[in-house]
């Protein structure tokens, strides 16, 4: 299992190495020390490997993640897991502003709270916030899920397409074009694979979950193209 | 782009230690700006005592004022760091020496007064800044420092921040205004003078203003989410403690840290990751569009 101090060996240089790993490669976990909020730690990775990381990370961790698993044992800045493609991004701690930016896959876990524009503009990525969300997320959210246990802030899913926004407690103002929409049983099917795949099975109920998302009034919707989302 | 740390000690035993934490946080900061730097101390004073911190073009003419100085005022103290200089005047002739200062040495600006702090300033890379003037051994209860990368006006030790907002009072910024040009005008309306093309400097004289017209700190810190255009994240040094504000769209970075022993502020986590005990600190980002206060 490569060990990797950050105390001590260039950010670049961990990079170069995860950047090199094979779909096939042996060095499937490794384990990163001291990251002392350093930025875009393990991003760009291409390779079905865990990367877990012992503290808090700076801007942009995870960023444009693919296939891989990142676990922060802390608290993470700006960007986490921006442009995901696939994999899994888990943040144990907080999580800065732009959470999942752009995603257009995987799943991101973040377990407290996640500041202002979380899932801005996502893609396909599925986000499960256990704490609040701050003000304008989801914002131009096109497509996926965002999932908050705890409070979301103002204007949430403002200009929203057809991202789908579930939100346990409150919610401080809903932006333009976002409004309430009921939940079918089909929506907590939905959420409770989705809580499957994070490991949040039976940790809460999803009928608790109320579901936001596009009145469609604000962009030119076709009924012919919602299998696009 | 511009760096902002900020230090307030709870437990009196870290006081030696301030200039040093402070100098490491800043050091962090480069990255976000790389042009100039400048800081604040709060360290030994009180009331009998003003403190003028004062700067020169250079360290000798910085020393021809001070002879000056000390030959028109006779009870004045000084104490020299590179192209700044701290003049402790007695506390009854402070008036009359802000008004000797600006008549006999107009060569040499006031960069801050009150009783406790101490302000610096200068072009370069902020670990360079910060070696000059001696930050890492100074002491004191609390310190804001700022790491600046221009936007909106030249690179100059007057564009460089911390700016004074009044007796024991200064203002760092991160972010920019849009608006500064016409609050500018007013404000010279309402006797203000300006250094430079500078927002930051319309947004301490703006906080000088509202103090001036009988507002508290916190109630012209909420003025300006209203009167200021533009995104910013606001530190403000005042005597006892400092004052946190993020505009409403909060794109501009802040992170907070807690222990027992102390309250930090950094622009990002990597100024805070310096400080001891940071791992089992209370990390926490503040909100928008609200005002916070630490002080004793």
């Known amino acids: ?229 | 782009m511009c760096g902002i740390v900020g230090l307030f000690l709870k437990d009196p035993s870290l006081e030696p230690e301030l200039g040093r934490l402070t100098a490491a946080m800043l050091a962090t900061m480069s990255d976000r700006g790389p042009d100039s730097a400048g800081f604040a101390v709060y360290g030994a004073g009180g009331s009998d005592t003003a403190k003028f911190t004062l700067r020169g073009k250079s360290a000798a003419a910085v020393d021809a004022a001070v002879e000056r100085i000390k030959a028109a005022f006779t009870g004045a103290t000084a104490t020299h760091h590179d192209t700044h200089v701290v003049v402790g005047i007695p506390a009854g002739e402070a008036d009359g020496f802000a008004a000797w200062l600006a008549a006999e040495a107009p060569e040499i600006d006031l960069v801050g007064r009150g009783h406790r702090m101490e302000l610096y300033k200068e072009v370069g890379a902020p670990a360079k800044v910060a070696e000059r003037f001696g930050l890492a051994a100074m002491a004191g209860t609390h310190a804001i420092g700022h790491t600046r990368m221009a936007t909106e006006s030249a690179v100059t030790t007057d564009g460089a921040h911390p700016y004074s907002t009044g007796a024991d009072q200064c203002l760092v910024h991160n972010g920019s205004l849009s608006n500064h040009n016409n609050l500018r005008r007013v404000l010279r309306r309402e006797g203000f003078d300006f250094e430079t093309e500078n927002d930051t400097e319309v947004a301490a004289a703006y906080l000088s203003w509202k103090l001036r017209e009988g507002q508290s700190l916190g109630e012209a810190l909420k003025g300006s989410l209203t009167d200021l255009d533009g995104f910013y994240t606001f530190v403000v040094g005042t005597e006892n403690g400092f004052g946190v504000l993020r505009d409403g769209i909060a794109c501009k970075p802040a992170v907070m840290a807690e222990t027992d022993r102390y309250v930090a502020f950094g622009s990002e986590y990597r100024a805070l990751a310096v400080l001891p005990d940071i791992g089992t600190a209370r990390v926490w980002e503040p909100e928008p569009s609200t005002v916070y206060f630490w002080e004793r």
């Not at chain 1, 865990?50 to 676990?71: I, R, S």
């Not at chain 1, 609040?132 to 989801?138: F, I, L, Q, R």
């Not at chain 1, 579930?166 to 976002?178: H, K, M, W, Y």
């Open chain 1, 1 to 229: 299992m490569p060990e990797v101090d950050l105390a001590t060996t260039p950010l670049r240089e961990l990079n170069a190495a995860l950047h090199r790993l094979k779909p096939d490669t042996n060095e499937r976990h490794w384990l990163i020390a001291n990251p002392a909020g350093k930025h875009a730690v393990a991003a760009g990775l291409d390779a079905p490997v865990t990367v877990e990381v012992n503290g808090p990370v700076g801007y942009y961790c995870a960023g444009m993640n693919k296939l891989a698993t990142v676990l922060v044992h802390g608290s993470a800045g700006t960007g986490v897991a921006e442009n995901m493609m696939s994999g899994f991004v888990h943040v144990a701690g907080d999580a800065s502003q732009a959470a999942g930016a752009t995603g257009r896959g995987g799943l991101l876990r973040i377990d407290g709270n996640a500041a202002s524009r979380c899932g801005i503009s996502m893609k396909g990525i599925d986000i499960v916030v256990r704490g609040s969300v701050g003000h304008m997320s989801a914002f131009m959210a096109q497509a996926g899920n965002l999932v908050v246990f705890g409070d979301a802030g103002d204007a949430l899913g403002d200009s929203i397409y057809e991202a789908r926004l579930f939100v346990r407690g409150s919610v401080a103002s809903l932006g333009a074009d976002c409004i309430e929409k009921p939940m079918k049983d089909e929506h907590k099917a939905a959420l409770h694979a989705l809580f499957e795949r994070a490991g949040l099975d039976g940790s809460v109920d999803p009928s608790e979950f109320r579901r936001y998302g596009s009145a469609r009034k604000l962009y030119n919707f076709h009924v012919d193209h919602a299998g696009a989302y």
